[in-house]
């Protein structure tokens, strides 16, 4: 039982970490503003690593590459401490190109589930409470993937499908993600 807290609690805390660091290179590749709350939450969660890897990682205009070393990093560290708590072991060294490409495989993971979380709460809110002070942001944040699919999607009097369509292509991508992982670890 203990053991399984643990994973529980490791797992947690590496997924919140780690979506910090996605959120913080989506919120520099849409150039939003840096002085909003929601930012300036996700940058004092992360700039202690990023603040040193950007020193050897400058952003560019659109990809904040310190961010993106962050999450990997985090993904490995992730995959390694998930290793140890299951094998009692140290991983094997011929395991590390493997690991490599799992802590790839787990940021994707990341980061659709991100996509999910953040469509599902916009389009409950817009139902509930469409005047929620976190509205904005969450427009902001999902508006850039919902509007390709608003422009294929025709308009059902009034009734806006992107949000379903997202969600269902994320979950596709999501199932092939971890059919990956699982060919990863020779299932």
Not at 3 to 32: C, M, N, P, Y
Not at 53 to 82: E, H, N
Not at 84 to 94: D, E, F, I, Y
Request: proline letters at 7%.
């Amino acid at each position: 039982m203990t053991g399984d807290i643990l994973t529980f609690l490791i797992e947690i805390s590496f997924t919140i970490l780690g979506a910090a660091f996605l959120a913080r290179a989506w919120l520099h590749a849409i150039r939003f503003h840096p002085f909003n709350p929601f930012a300036q939450l996700i940058y004092r969660m992360t700039e202690w690593l990023c603040k040193p890897l950007r020193a050897a990682l400058p952003a560019s205009r659109s990809i904040d590459w310190a961010s993106l070393l962050g999450v990997y990093l985090v993904a490995l560290f992730y995959l390694f401490f998930m290793w140890v708590l299951a094998t009692r072991s140290m991983p094997p060294s011929q395991l590390i190109g493997p690991g490599m490409l799992a802590a790839a495989v787990t940021m994707g993971r990341w980061a659709l589930n991100l996509v999910i979380w953040m469509t599902l709460i916009q389009a409950i809110l817009s139902w509930v409470n469409p005047m929620a002070p976190i509205m904005p942001v969450l427009r902001t944040l999902t508006d850039p993937m919902l509007e390709p699919i608003r422009r294929i999607l025709p308009n059902f009097s009034g009734f806006d499908f992107s949000p379903l369509a997202l969600l269902i292509l994320a979950q596709v991508a999501l199932m092939v993600l971890n059919r990956i992982s699982y060919t990863l670890v020779g299932l």
